[in-house]
Structure formats: C-alpha cells, structure tokens
C-alpha cells in the first residue's frame, strides 16, 4: 500500500512539473514564433515574417488563418501596386515602348488583383470542408493564387532588356518585384497549409 502512495505522490510530482514546464514554454513563447516558423516554408522569410507579425494576434496557431491573411496582404499589396504603375502612364518623357510595357503591366496586374481576389474568396468559404471536398477547394486557391503570380512575372517580363533601361523601368520592377515576392510567399503558405492537412487526414484513417 505504502508502494502505490508512494508511485502516485511520484506520478502527480511528474505531471504537476510538466504543467510548470508548459506552462513557461507558453509564457515565454512570443505570438510571432508561429509565423516566423511558418515563413521558413518560404523563399522570402524575411518579408514573409515582417508582411504578417502584425496580424500575430488574429493567426494565433492556425495554418488555415496565416494562409488567408497571406493572401489578403498580397492583394492588398497588388492593389496598391497596380495603382503605382498606372500613373507611371503620366511619366514625362516616356518612352512609347516603355508606355506599352507599361500599359501591358496594368492589364497583368488587373489579372492578378482577380485572381487573389478568387483565392480570397475560395479559401473563406471553406467551412469545414472535408476530403475531396478540401481538396477541390484548395485546388483552385493555389491555381489562382500561382496564376496570379505567373501575372506579376509577366509584367517583369515586360521590361527585359537594355532597352527599356531608365527611371520607368526602375520604378516598375522595383515595386512589383516586392509584389511577386509577397505573392510568392503566400502561395508557399497555401501549399503548406494543403500539405499539412492532408497529412493529418491521412494519420486520422484508420
């Protein structure tokens, strides 16, 4: 008798020290070391993690709420970045190639605000989808998401060679090259979310 009080007095000391354990781990955990986790799934971690922290509070743990905000910031930076180019339309002494790359690239980025915008979307009507169902979803998240990239480069692609070298050029690539980049990245973060959820699915088979 004296044996079995003794392993239990053992067993709650084991369980109580854990909780301590846990319960510093959790204090000393910061809101952003989920992101900053998450963004090594990137090619840019850097700006993935300075695009996102802010929104810490909203993600907490959740891989879906990361990817959609990912999403929501690449529009949002997209948006802003369509209206930057269109005014390079108005640039004093441009160029008429350079006009012409320039109206093609407010055409892609047009593109690419509504095919985020169909991510957005997709991804928020979600619900609790389930199996082929998800996957149906996800599937069109990340064709949207990777077509909108494939805009972003084509407007970069626009601008190639020594010819179109000068402020426009400049200016356009710098902005929309941060643009890629960020799209980029929350396209990684959709993929990451797609992959680890049908990992579980597949642990949860029996």
């Known amino acids: 008798m004296a044996r079995v009080c003794l392993f239990f007095l ?7 020290m854990a909780g301590m354990a846990e319960s510093t781990v959790a204090r000393n955990s910061k809101p952003t070391d989920f992101i900053q986790a998450s963004c090594r799934a990137t090619s840019y971690p850097a700006l993935c993690v300075q695009c996102l922290s802010q929104y810490a ?15 929501s910031v690449s529009l949002a930076r997209v948006r802003s970045a369509a209206a930057y180019v269109a005014k390079m339309t108005k640039v004093r002494g441009i160029k ?9 690239c407010i055409e892609n ?4 605000v509504d095919r985020l915008s169909q991510s957005v979307r ?7 989808a389930v199996g082929q169902d998800f996957m149906w979803h996800m ?26 070298d000068g402020n426009v050029k400049a200016a356009v690539n710098r902005r929309v090259t941060n643009v890629a980049q960020v799209t980029s990245n929350a396209l990684a973060l959709v993929n990451r979310f797609a992959s680890k959820h049908q990992a579980t699915t ?4 029996p």
């Open 57 to 71: 509070s909203a993600i907490k743990q959740s891989d879906r709420q990361l990817a959609q905000t990912a999403l």
């Open 96 to 104: 008429g190639k350079e006009y012409q790359a320039v109206k093609d």
């Open 122 to 128: 997709e991804l928020g009507h979600m619900g609790r």
């Open 10 to 16: 053992v067993l709650c000391f084991v369980l109580y």
């Open 139 to 164: 599937s069109n998240v990340q064709t949207w998401a990777s077509a909108a990239l494939t805009d972003e480069n084509t407007c970069l692609d626009g601008f190639d060679g020594h010819a179109m």
């Open 109 to 112: 980025m047009g593109d690419s």
């Open 202 to 205: 597949a642990l949860e088979k």
